[in-house]
T-cell receptor
Framework: DAGITQSPRHKVTETGTPVTLRCHQT?????MYWYRQDPGHGLRLIHY???????DKGEVSDGYSVSRSKTEDFLLTLESATSSQTSVYFC???????????FGEGSRLTVL | KNEVEQSPQNLTAQEGEFITINCSYS?????LHWLQQHPGGGIVSLFM???GKKKHGRLIATINIQEKHSSLHITASHPRDSAVYIC????????????FGTGTRLQVTL
């Protein structure tokens, strides 16, 4: 199994509070991604990283920020959570070899 | 309109049936992934292909680059194949981003 873990796996929080999700990899892969998954939608890209301190926005980046200060960690922050950010969040890592795409187990976030 | 369209959205089959799930995309790609997501959420990459066909056990994935179409076939389906199957288009670029279809929910019954 690829070494990719997400934390926390489940979180319930209140509107307006900050939330940080962590994605940790042991594969030394360059590319890391944060997606959200909602009913009726495919996985949608929030932010991605192509190296340490190299990040960019995806298609649903409003209300989210990210940081990658070292290869193994990619943090997703909701500065002030809203109910529309209730979702399941997946981290993914991608290597350069064929088929090297791995997902974390997901983090279920509920914003009340 | 999604850049990646899958059909059918839902599929019910009896054990042993041959299953086909289709994926069409609207722009050129460098590769296409097929993913499997079981109830409980974990997502696993089944195949990445850029041409031709790949086979792994009872699973076969094909792609036609000219027609912008890919299929995932499951032979001799089994209840443990019940899952959501997702195709994702990969375009090369700065970050090699993926665009996902909404998935096909497969239920295989005894």
């Amino acid at each position: 199994d690829a070494g990719i873990t997400q934390s926390p796996r489940h979180k319930v929080t209140e509107t307006g509070t900050p939330v940080t999700l962590r994605c940790h990899q042991t594969e030394n892969h360059r590319y890391m991604y944060w997606y959200r998954q909602d009913p009726g939608h495919g996985l949608r890209l929030i932010h991605y990283s192509y190296g340490v301190k190299d990040t960019d926005k995806g298609e649903v980046s409003d209300g989210y920020s990210v940081s990658r200060s070292k290869t193994e960690d990619f943090l997703l922050t909701l500065e002030s959570a809203t109910s529309s950010q209730t979702s399941v969040y997946f981290c993914a890592i991608r290597g350069l070899g064929a088929g090297e795409l791995f997902f974390g187990e997901g983090s279920r976030l509920t914003v009340l | 309109k999604n850049e990646v369209e899958q059909s059918p959205q839902n599929l019910t089959a009896q054990e042993g049936e041959f299953i086909t799930i289709n994926c069409s995309y609207s722009v050129g790609i460098s590769a296409l992934h097929w993913l499997q997501q079981h109830p409980g959420g974990g997502i696993v990459s089944l195949f990445m292909l850029s041409s031709g066909k790949k086979k792994h056990g009872r699973l076969i994935a094909t792609i036609n680059i000219q027609e912008k179409h890919s299929s995932l076939h499951i032979t001799a389906s089994h209840p443990r194949d019940s899952a959501v199957y997702i195709c994702a288009r990969l375009c090369t670029g700065t970050a090699s981003k993926l665009t996902f279809g909404t998935g096909t929910r497969l239920q295989v019954t005894l």
